[in-house]
């Protein structure tokens, strides 16, 4: 089945330092990809839509400027956390839609930010 | 806004015991899926229900899509502690974006 990987799985870092998350689509092409947040035992809360060659679409509440996006190609979107703080720390989770076919969408493993 | 009201958001059964989770809103979805996520992983689809009226049966599980496409429920039969973990629905949302939009998630722990 189709597979989207992202990268760093965890990673711990100093506040005020920016992370970088990724999310690729392993054997197809997504033109539209999809940033969640996740707090402890609560359910994903949609960030922003990441579209191919364009600017991303954020939903309310969200900072266009603290999380940047970007995605550069149709199989890599990309989630930039700047100058985190400790309330940053969260699971970030990425889904990709298949552009061709049945348009399925399918879940990254997440990744863990821990800003110390 | 499309929002998804989930229930209950925490459940403690016994082993054998039946239970239902609802998904409930005031929008028309086109389509409802149902997830379920272990800690530390993404979220794994169990089914995706698109007609109003459908029961999909998935071994213990049943899901069922309202007649009106704006509600959902989750019925386990005889649960075992290995359906332990946070189950989700999620709605695609109206518009062309495509976009999920999630429901609170219901934490199930069945006690052996």
């Known amino acids: 089945g189709a597979v989207v990987s992202q990268h760093p799985s965890w990673v711990i870092c100093k506040s005020g330092t920016s992370v970088k998350i990724e999310c690729r689509s392993l054997?197809?092409?997504?033109?539209?990809m999809f940033w969640y947040r996740q707090f402890p035992k609560q359910s994903l809360m949609l960030m922003a839509t990441?579209?191919?060659?364009?600017?991303?679409?954020?939903e309310q509440g969200v900072e266009k400027d603290k999380f940047l996006i970007n995605h550069a190609s149709l199989t890599l979107s990309t989630l930039t956390v700047t100058s985190a703080h400790p309330e940053d720390s969260s699971f970030y989770i990425c889904?990709?839609?298949?552009?061709?076919?049945?348009?399925?969408?399918?879940f990254g493993e997440g990744s863990r930010l821990t800003v110390l | 806004t499309q929002l998804l009201e989930q229930s209950p958001q925490f459940l403690s059964i016994q082993e054998g015991e039946n239970l239902t989770v609802y998904c409930n809103s005031s929008?028309?979805?086109?389509?409802l899926q149902w997830y379920r996520q272990e800690p530390g992983e993404g979220p794994v689809l169990l089914v995706t229900v698109v007609t109003g009226g459908e029961v999909k049966k998935l071994k213990r599980l049943t899901f069922q899509f309202g007649d009106a496409r704006k509600d959902s429920s989750l019925h386990i039969t005889a649960a075992q502690p290995g359906d332990t973990g946070l189950y989700l629905c999620?709605?695609?949302?109206?518009?062309?974006?495509?976009?999920?939009?999630f429901g609170q998630g219901t934490t199930l722990q069945v006690k052996p």
């Open positions: 999620a709605g695609t949302g109206s518009g062309n974006t495509g976009k999920l939009i």
């Open positions: 054997d197809f092409q997504a033109t539209t």
């Open positions: 889904s990709a839609r298949e552009t061709s076919g049945t348009g399925e969408l399918f």
């Open positions: 990441s579209n191919e060659g364009s600017k991303a679409t954020y």
């Open positions: 929008s028309v979805f086109s389509s």
